[in-house]
T-cell receptor, first 111, second 118 residues
Framework: EDKVVQSPLSLVVHEGDTVTLNCSYE??????LLWYKQEKKAPTFLFML????IEKKSGRLSSILDKKELFSILNITATQTGDSAVYLC???????????FGTGTRLKVLA | KAGVTQTPRYLIKTRGQQVTLSCSPI?????VSWYQQTPGQGLQFLFE???????NKGNFPGRFSGRQFSNSRSEMNVSTLELGDSALYLC?????????????????FGAGTRLSVL
């Protein structure tokens, strides 16, 4: 059965800290991995990763995929209180027209 | 460009009733997916529609159904509501799904409908 596991489940840090969120997967016919940020209701898209070793970067956020070891990490540097959210990882597979989501990592950044 | 719109935002129903939720995708998006989100289970895939055809269905009972109209708007219906159906129901749209150009498969989410079953 296809599975996506995120760790840690929750994390509390102080402003300015750097955090690393993990997403590991076991799926058949991997196609892509997506990261989302969910603050209140609607998850907002952050990154799509398809190739190993190519870092995607947006401001203080960056992400990379390792298709050999079947995981991805999301890094947030110099965290701010506005980074407090649930971060979701989703994996798409070929031919199934769906994404499999992890349960998310809840990040709380204290001022 | 307007985002994904879901209505209503909140619903309170009692056990045994049925409910219909609506989703209007981003203009030009033809694929619509539905998810159920609960604190313990995270986002669980319900079904995906493309050009009015359901192409995939998750592991939910037959009480959960959906459809898509020719303008890509979608509805999902839950009949004979149970307490365990209380959740946030999220709709996501994408340009397509399963295409070789993977960026077209990125899903954009609506704010969801919060359903409470009493």
């Amino acid at each position: 059965e296809d599975k996506v596991v995120q760790s840690p489940l929750s994390l509390v840090v102080h402003e300015g800290d750097t955090v690393t969120l993990n997403c590991s997967y076991e799926v058949t016919n991997f196609r892509s991995l997506l990261w989302y940020k969910q603050e209140k209701k609607a998850p907002t898209f952050l990154f799509m990763l398809t190739s190993s070793g190519i870092e995607k970067k947006s401001g203080r956020l960056s992400s990379i995929l390792d298709k050999k070891e079947l995981f991805s990490i999301l890094n947030i540097t110099a965290t701010q209180t506005g980074d407090s959210a649930v971060y979701l990882c989703a994996v798409g597979t070929s031919g199934t027209y769906k994404y499999i989501f992890g349960t998310g990592t809840r990040l709380k950044v204290l001022a | 460009k307007a985002g994904v719109t879901q209505t209503p935002r909140y619903l309170i129903k009692t056990r045994g009733q049925q409910v219909t939720l609506s989703c209007s995708p981003i203009s030009g998006h033809r694929s619509v997916s539905w998810y159920q989100q609960t604190p313990g289970q995270g986002l669980q895939f319900l079904f995906e529609y493309f050009s009015e055809t359901q192409r995939n269905k998750g592991n939910f009972p037959g009480r959960f159904s959906g459809r898509q109209f020719s303008n890509s708007r979608s509805e999902m219906n839950v009949s004979t509501l149970e307490l365990g159906d209380s959740a946030l129901y999220l709709c996501a749209s994408s340009l397509s799904s399963g295409q070789l150009v993977l960026a077209k498969n990125i899903q954009y989410f609506g704010a969801g409908t919060r359903l409470s079953v009493l």
